[in-house]
């Protein structure tokens, strides 16, 4: 028999049983086949799920993977698909960095402060700072 236990797919891919389950219940994976009760999964689903963990890594939500991998036979989406969510996500770390450095530059400047207390520091006030575009 080819087919791997919960516990030994877990083990090949580096997660807990219990999150294989999760992803399952989210769609992410598919119903495994059976034999007496117990899962069994096909070799070919390591891939799928080392693909998965990929995404996880490189900054995509559960919810932004399944979308990503959703109606692809295969259990991978296409490269076009793919190149789609990454220009995506590159375009939301892009913001992320910028409000990083804004919100470091705003610290930085609190620290060379020269106010008696916080409440009259103008620092404080600093909601023009957090988001450029409503501002």
């Given at each position: 028999?080819?087919?791997?236990?919960?516990?030994?797919?877990?083990?090949?891919?580096g997660l807990?049983?219990s999150a294989?389950?999760?992803?399952?219940?989210?769609?992410?994976?598919?119903?495994?086949?059976?034999?007496?009760?117990?899962?069994?999964?096909?070799?070919?689903?390591?891939?799928?799920?080392?693909?998965?963990?990929?995404?996880?890594?490189?900054?995509?939500?559960?919810?932004?993977?399944?979308?990503?991998?959703?109606?692809?036979?295969?259990?991978?989406?296409?490269?076009?698909?793919?190149?789609?969510?990454?220009?995506?996500?590159?375009?939301?770390?892009?913001?992320?960095?910028?409000?990083?450095?804004r919100t470091?530059?705003?610290?930085?400047?609190?620290?060379?402060?020269?106010?008696?207390?916080?409440?009259?520091?103008?620092?404080?006030?600093?909601?023009?700072?957090?988001?450029?575009?409503?501002?």
């Amino acid at each position: 028999m080819n087919d791997l236990s919960i516990g030994e797919l877990a083990e090949k891919v580096g997660l807990r049983a219990s999150a294989l389950r999760y992803y399952e219940r989210l769609g992410l994976l598919p119903t495994p086949g059976r034999i007496n009760g117990r899962r069994r999964y096909s070799r070919v689903i390591v891939p799928v799920i080392k693909g998965i963990l990929f995404a996880r890594r490189v900054g995509f939500s559960l919810a932004e993977i399944h979308q990503l991998y959703q109606g692809y036979d295969q259990g991978f989406p296409s490269i076009d698909h793919w190149a789609e969510a990454a220009r995506e996500k590159l375009l939301q770390i892009d913001k992320s960095i910028e409000q990083a450095i804004r919100t470091k530059q705003v610290l930085e400047r609190s620290l060379e402060c020269d106010c008696k207390q916080s409440g009259e520091c103008i620092v404080q006030d600093s909601s023009w700072w957090l988001d450029k575009e409503t501002h």
